[in-house]
């Protein structure tokens, strides 16, 4: 019988052991939050962690700026961020409009203060296994769930497919970590589904509707689908064929449900720690 990983309810556990700890805090955690555009999809999310940030007793700011904001002026508002002793943590909401580089700007991010986990100093700490500041957020959310539920990960067979900078690549690392045997799938990966099927843990993160069916999976292996798309009826749903492979699974995540509480959970754990750190810095 396939158990289900339930993230709604291991980020429930987190963001109330949190809010415990920020109600027994003189100054309180600040989350610094930049949206540029009008992005449907980033608008929802920004103002779901605004929501939760305001519920847990942080300090909330969101700077909205508009779809043709310059270079210099998103460049300003980071530098100036960077320099405010009363913003403890910095997300710059991405896609960003097509005229403005992602790179560029999470570059000019204060390491101690990137919440995403994304800047180079914080990924090459990673990737050395030497501390980073901040773990970017859903692979973080995805080893913390996978704990949650006992799973073992040392000489298992991971493979993720996906290789962005925000999911596969550091996911892969910190499988490696954990010292699991791991294989990175990709778009361009050939015998995608004899690869995938060879492993223990397999977690899809490539953003293609109904990829991983049956003959992806074998039996009892545990799957975690990251995944978030939208069919012709406007339902979620994700990489995995659920009714399919929670067949054969031994656990699985849902879509919605799983990785996705996770994620905004670990945004809230690494606003408190980057807060916490700064302060002692």
Known sequence: MVQILDGS???????????????????????????????????????????TAKELGFISKTFKMKENTSANELKDL????NLD???????????????????????LINPRKDVDGFHPINTGRL??????????????????????????????????????????KPLAQMLLNENATVTVAHSKTRNLAQIASSADILISA??????????????????????????ENGKIKGDVNFEEVSQIASLITPVPGGVG??????????????SIKNAKF
């Open 9 to 51: 309810a291991c980020s429930k556990e987190i963001l109330n052991d949190i809010k415990l700890k920020v109600a027994k805090m003189a100054k309180k955690p600040s989350l610094a939050v930049i949206l540029v555009g009008e992005d449907p999809a980033s608008q929802i999310y920004v103002r779901n962690k605004e929501k």
């Open 78 to 81: 980071i530098l100036n961020l």
């Open 85 to 107: 002793e009363d913003t403890d943590a910095v997300l710059l909401q991405l896609p960003l409009p097509e005229h403005l580089c992602a790179r560029d700007f999470i570059e």
């Open 127 to 168: 990737m050395s296994n030497s501390n980073p500041y901040a773990l970017s957020c859903t692979p973080k959310g995805i080893i913390r769930l996978l704990k949650k539920y006992n799973v073992e990960f040392e000489g298992k067979n991971a493979v993720v497919i996906g290789r962005s900078n925000m999911v596969g």
């Open 206 to 231: 490539a953003g293609v509707g109904g990829l991983i069916g049956k003959d992806f999976v074998k039996n009892g292996a545990i799957v975690v689908d990251v995944g978030i798309v939208r069919d």
């Open 261 to 274: 509480p996770m994620t905004i959970a670990m945004l809230m754990e690494n606003t408190l720690e980057l």
